[in-house]
């Protein structure tokens, strides 16, 4: 079961991962990458390149980055089912 925002933050003082990377631009979401970047791993940001992003969510971010808002994206399908890795949390 996925809690949201505390699996993330959880995750990360437990070194589940390396990177974090969120997509959303919404300034609800700076306390879970602060909280994240504290734990250690680089928390990152992708958007789509909209003028409503949070300034301050691109502050909280280690790294930053905007996802075009066109066509280039059309076609990209995410995988039906993932696996869970030894230690995941779910």
Same mark, same amino acid.
């Given at each position: 079961m996925f809690n949201w925002p505390s699996t993330p933050v959880t995750a990360?003082?437990? !070194?589940?991962?390396?990177?974090?990377?969120?997509? &959303?631009?919404?300034?609800?979401?700076? =306390?879970?990458? @602060?909280?994240?970047r504290e734990a250690g791993p680089t928390s990152a940001v992708a958007v789509f390149a909209?003028? !409503?992003?949070?300034?301050?969510?691109?502050?909280? &971010?280690?790294?930053?980055?905007?996802? =075009?808002?066109? @066509?280039?994206?059309?076609?990209?399908r995410l995988p039906a089912a993932t696996r869970s890795a030894p230690g995941q949390i779910e």
């Open positions: 990360a003082y437990r !070194s589940l991962y390396d990177v974090a990377v969120l997509v &959303a631009g919404d300034a609800d979401y700076d =306390p879970v990458v @602060e909280a994240v909209v003028p !409503s992003n949070s300034r301050e969510l691109r502050r909280a &971010a280690d790294r930053w980055g905007e996802i =075009p808002n066109d @066509e280039s994206l059309r076609g990209i």
